[in-house]
């Protein structure tokens, strides 16, 4: 067995469904790699590049879509496995499905389909991901993409029910109709208890959205990172991130930031060293946030870090200047009366377009949804499958969709 394999063992390569040995000639891959080429070569991955991260990807060639994001999370979440001991194939994979259940038009898509999904027990992009890969994915019948149990231990990144949801911010991460493959998957897992290869995958997310938003803003014209309103900037960090927070520790939080040798002395103006150092001041930021987790967690445990041995450590300093930076973004950019506006309009569109889908029953459908809708048993079986087919449009694509199917 390969050695960083090793504190992995059968139960924690199983599959839902067994698989023989491939008898075709082929490099030989491990278990855990092949999860990883699997979830690249899913339908829901390809998807990605035409679904909103934050400013929508039809908008600017330059800023990121939920493809992209989902790339650069995977490479910060590999980085700091290697670093730390942990299983860096686990944790990539794991970081490039954590986005395959999001709707379009991104966190705005997810609350309109949370609201729709009411009466067949709700909506989350996360638990959709674990849906897409234990059951919607066409790779193994009955079974997704038949991950191993470590590997979708990883990509649980709530692991819990809508019943629990109330008591983490709205959150969590299976449907009632998937639990039996969650189960099987949390076999041996502490209750509510995440492994370290998930909390890896959700702090690479963390430390990618919150330098890359700001990045994104700041190349679109909406951020001046030389010129930050505070005083409405602190009200925006509250009200999304730190409720109790005070502008004296925010400012202290922002001077820590600003400290940093790369952050701009005067305003972005497009050109290329401009954009150099743009790049620089994202690098520096996430070896920053990265190198104090690795070092608070080292300081706090020998090892080994494998699945429930260890927590990650995020030093409240670090954490606090990741979540002014999404401030940042949250306030430049998601709280913009343009994209407000906008927003609105792609609520009504999903909103029109569930309803007529379930007034047009499987003709309106794709093939494989149809099929799902007349294998359903009640009415809300069939709104779960209108739901699984609108989650699995792109932004292009629901637009195109309402035309068709709307006018």
């Known amino acids: 067995m390969d050695p960083v394999e090793q504190g992995y063992d059968a139960h924690a390569r199983d599959r839902i469904v067994p698989e ?40 600017d060639d330059f800023v990121r879509n939920r493809l992209t994001h989902s790339l650069e999370v995977a490479q910060i979440a590999r980085d700091l496995s290697r670093a730390m001991g942990i299983h860096p194939d686990i944790t990539e994979t794991a970081a490039l499905a954590h986005d395959l259940g999001h709707p379009p038009f991104g966190h705005n898509g997810e609350r309109a389909l949370a609201e729709l999904a009411s009466t067949c027990g709700g909506f989350e992009g996360n638990a959709q991901t674990l849906r897409l890969l234990t059951r919607l994915e066409a790779k193994t019948p009955g079974a997704g993409l038949n991950l191993t149990r470590a590997t979708l231990d990883a990509c649980t ?3 819990w029910g809508r019943a629990e949801a109330e008591a983490h911010a709205g959150k969590f991460g299976v449907y009632d109709d998937d639990l039996p493959a969650f189960n099987w998957l949390r076999a041996g897992a502490p209750a509510g208890g995440r492994c370290l290869e998930a909390q890896v995958m959700d702090l690479a997310d963390d430390v990618a959205y919150s330098v890359h938003d700001v990045e994104d803003g700041t190349v679109a014209g909406k951020v001046d990172l030389t010129h930050l309103d505070t005083a409405a900037l602190w009200d925006t960090v509250r009200v999304w991130y730190r409720p109790d927070a005070t502008d004296a520790e925010l400012d202290a939080v922002l001077d820590r930031l600003r400290a940093v040798g790369s952050w701009p002395r005067t305003p972005y103006d497009g050109g290329r060293a401009g954009l150099a150092a743009l790049k620089n001041l994202t690098s520096d930021l996430i070896g920053r946030f990265c190198g104090a987790v690795q070092q608070a967690t080292f300081a706090a445990t020998e090892g080994p870090f494998v699945r429930y041995a260890g927590d990650l450590v995020i030093p409240a300093d670090t954490w606090a200047e990741i979540t002014v930076l999404k401030g940042i973004a949250a306030h430049y950019v998601m709280e913009a009366a343009d994209r407000v506006a906008l927003q609105v309009r792609q609520r009504e569109l ?5 309803e007529m889908l379930l007034d047009r029953g499987p003709d309106a459908l794709d093939e494989t949804y149809a099929a799902d809708w007349h294998a359903a048993p009640d009415d809300a079986a069939r709104t779960r499958v209108v739901i699984d087919q609108v989650a699995s449009l792109t932004d292009a694509s629901a637009v195109a969709w309402h035309d068709r199917l709307l006018g």
């Open 157 to 159: 990144k709530y692991p």
């Open 20 to 59: 023989p040995p491939k008898r075709v000639e082929a490099p030989e891959r491990l278990p855990f790699e092949r999860d990883r080429a699997r979830v690249v070569h899913a339908a829901s991955f390809r998807r990605l590049a035409a679904k909103t991260q934050v400013v929508g990807p039809q908008s």
């Open 350 to 354: 999903l909103s029109a377009l569930v």
